[in-house]
T-cell receptor, first 109, second 113 residues
């Protein structure tokens, strides 16, 4: 069964304290792994797509990496405005998308 | 402005009364999709469409219908809503090609009493 598990469920960081979020997955025939950011009361916002093991993508303080069984979202020197829920999703057959339940990140000054 | 527009934003209805949530995108995207989001369960895909007149089931299609008669519109129909369909619903669209992520609408909060 296709499945996505994210950890931790919640993470509190002090401003400037770097950390990583984890997304582990099982899917038959991975066609892409996606990271999204969701602010309270809003729809998710697309961040990255990763396809193959060893791939990396960067955007400002965020860097996403992919292995054969998991992906990491590294946050370097986070700021309070990085506070949000970060969602991981994998694309299976067709355009079927399976989301994890997310990591709720809180960055305090 | 490039966007996905859902209507209504909030809806309270009674069990069994048919309703439609509209979704429209102005980005000429081929793919469109509907999701529901529930606490502890995350986002779950209801239906998706890869082109006009082409739709397929996601993980939780029971109790829902969709149609894709035009490229820009992808309405979600609840023929006989039940309280377990109370949820936050999102419509999304994207370009064809795995590199592209979805652009999401602002959501529709549905309550069925």
């Amino acid at each position: 069964e296709d499945q996505v598990t994210q950890s931790p469920e919640a993470l509190r960081l002090q401003e400037g304290e770097s950390s990583s979020l984890n997304c582990s997955y099982t899917v038959s025939g991975l066609r892409g792994l996606f990271w999204y950011r969701q602010d309270p009361g809003k729809g998710p916002e697309f961040l990255f797509t990763l396809y193959s093991a060893g791939e990396e993508k960067e955007k400002e303080r965020l860097k996403a990496t992919l292995t054969k069984k998991e992906s990491f979202l590294h946050i370097t020197a986070p700021k309070p405005e990085d506070s949000a829920t970060y969602l991981c999703a994998v694309q299976a057959v067709g355009d079927k998308l399976i989301f994890g339940t997310g990591t709720r990140l809180q960055v305090f000054p | 402005e490039a966007q996905v527009t859902q209507n209504p934003r909030y809806l309270i209805t009674v069990t069994g009364k048919k309703l439609t949530v509209t979704c429209s995108q102005n980005m000429n995207h081929e793919y469109m999709s509907w999701y529901r989001q529930d606490p502890g369960l995350g986002l779950r895909q209801i239906y998706y469409s890869m082109n006009v007149e082409v739709t397929d089931k996601g993980d939780v299609p029971e109790g829902y219908k969709v149609s894709r008669k035009e490229k820009r519109n992808f309405p979600l129909i609840l023929e006989s809503p039940s309280p377990n369909q109370t949820s936050l619903y999102f419509c999304a669209s994207r370009l064809q090609g795995a590199i592209y992520g979805y652009t999401f609408g602002s959501g529709t909060r549905l309550t069925v009493v």
